[in-house]
């Protein structure tokens, strides 16, 4: 049984801002071939919500690289998935907050 998915207010923005980048600077073929691509990795999710190890650091929290750029930041709820953040992996984790 697939489990719905569910944004936090952070990671809603996130990912327009991430979408909005790449429409931006490679165009709107480009936007949308991403956004295909991240229905389609959160479709995945949702079905095995457990394909991702949890982190040692965050309780909870699971990481799921999504590209060499942006990881998805995720937690497994009683009946669904709650999407935490999409995650440039430049950045400093130590930086990351919950």
């Not at 690289?65 to 009946?79: A, G, L």
């Not at 669904?80 to 440039?88: C, L």
Request: with cysteine; net charge positive.
């Amino acid at each position: 049984m697939k489990l719905s998915i569910r944004y936090s207010l952070r990671a809603r923005q996130e990912e327009m801002e991430l979408l909005d980048y790449v429409l931006q600077n490679f165009g709107q073929k480009k936007a949308k071939e991403i956004y295909f691509l991240l229905e389609k990795r959160l479709d995945q999710l949702s079905g095995s919500p457990e394909m991702y190890r949890e982190s040692n650091k965050r309780k909870g929290l699971r990481k799921c690289v999504f590209s060499k750029q942006t990881s998805i930041y995720y937690r497994i709820k009683e009946d669904h998935i709650e999407i935490v953040s999409f995650r440039p992996n430049r950045k400093n984790p130590n930086k990351f907050m919950v």
